[in-house]
């Protein structure tokens, strides 16, 4: 399964040391205005090399939009877009050829498809999830004609987290430090903390919330396609997340009834709520699987990196006990990175729920 989505879809391709990692989007409505520079941008957020507490790979990523634009804008037909590889250290991967890293994707991928791409993770690469982001950033520009804007950021790293209430926050901070922490003193504190972990040679994890707003009301599907369930689908698709909550998640488990259930009031005058808004949303916008016109939040739980830059006690592909020592270039932590991921990951779910959403009325 290398497509991702129902109407909007996006299908990836590409190794982390091939020459290129790429996809095609289809469904993407046509007349849209293609914004080259936003799509760039919102690359240059994922991209490697970005900071003293990301891995020290560097590229460029540049875009290459193939198809289903002209004259800046989209045609309706499927845009296929490609970011070639340029600063491939392909060597450094040579001493684990025939070696599993624990906690990694080699033993199950070799168990799986008795090949591997050993060099940087071949396929289950992180550097993959650029695909999402330039289709995310695509489905972000239509969303934005629908006033719905998609916002990120890392409240957890280890043990440093902020509080769970988003609205505490000045969400314009977000891209103020390379944390992508809103509180710039927590996020000091996070980034201190990376560097100590990546000298170390150790890696990390935390966690990323992210905050939905102008979504309508009507998006997901009462049974199987609930919109937290598609949401959550996406979330754990991005490499090294463990975990998905929306609304007040596990931390609501244990209230009572009468603490968590958002009273309904009348929506007077009110143009976005016709019938009635509601006076809390610990429900995080969405109830019985359909949107509610509320902002939708929610929690991504990150592990911390399987690759460690230390001895490690493993097995080799004959299943002899052995130790490995890895080099190459890693992240300590993939939080700030995975900011815009989380986002794309969002925004194309979004887009999608809108599209079937429209062809469920006359």
């Not at 205005?33 to 941008?41: A, G, S």
């Not at 719905?148 to 509080?163: F, K, R």
């Not at 259930?261 to 009110?270: E, I, M, Q, V």
């Not at 190459?328 to 887009?351: K, Q, S």
Request: hydrophobic letters at 35%; a negative charge; aromatic letters at 6%.
């Amino acid at each position: 399964m290398n497509t991702f989505g129902k109407l909007f879809t996006l299908t990836t391709f590409g190794e982390s040391h091939g020459a290129a990692v790429g996809g095609i989007v289809d469904g993407m409505p046509a007349g849209v205005i293609i914004d080259i520079d936003f799509i760039q941008r919102e690359l240059a957020r994922r991209r490697p090399g970005q900071s003293h507490i990301t891995t020290d790979r560097k590229e460029a990523d540049q875009v290459e939009l193939l198809s289903g634009v002209f004259e800046g804008k989209s045609t309706g037909a499927p845009i296929g877009f490609l970011v070639r590889n340029t600063n491939q250290h392909s060597k450094d991967y040579d001493n684990i050829r025939d070696l599993f890293r624990p906690s990694h994707a080699d033993y199950t991928y070799y168990s799986k498809y008795g090949i591997r791409d050993h060099r940087g993770g071949g396929r289950s690469s992180a550097r993959i999830t650029l695909s999402r982001v330039v289709a995310g950033a695509l489905a972000k520009l239509v969303l934005r004609q629908q006033g719905i804007s998609i916002s990120a950021y890392t409240s957890q790293v280890g043990e440093i987290q902020l509080e769970r209430d988003y609205h505490k926050y000045d969400l314009t901070l977000i891209e103020s430090n390379p944390v992508r922490c809103p509180d710039p003193l927590k996020a000091k504190e996070m980034e201190n903390l990376i560097a100590q972990v990546k000298h170390e040679g150790d890696t990390i994890g935390g966690v990323i919330s992210c905050v939905i707003k102008g979504c309508p009301v009507g998006l997901g599907e009462p049974e199987f396609g609930k919109l937290h369930t598609q949401l959550g689908a996406a979330m754990l698709s991005i490499n090294a997340v463990k975990g998905f909550e929306y609304g007040e998640g596990f931390a609501g488990s244990s209230w009572r009834g009468s603490q968590q259930n958002d009273t309904f009031l009348p929506a007077g005058d009110s143009m976005q709520y016709p019938i009635c808004n509601v006076e809390t949303n610990h429900s995080g916008g969405i109830q019985g699987g359909i949107s509610n016109g509320e902002d939708i939040y929610f929690r991504v739980a990150f592990k911390p990196v399987a690759t460690l830059l230390m001895e490690q006690q493993t097995v080799n592909m004959e299943g002899e006990a052995t130790t490995m020592d890895v080099r190459g270039r890693h992240d300590p932590c993939v939080l700030p990175r995975a900011v815009p991921i989380v986002e794309a990951m969002a925004a194309m779910t979004i887009l999608d729920a809108l599209l079937i959403s429209k062809t469920n009325r006359l």
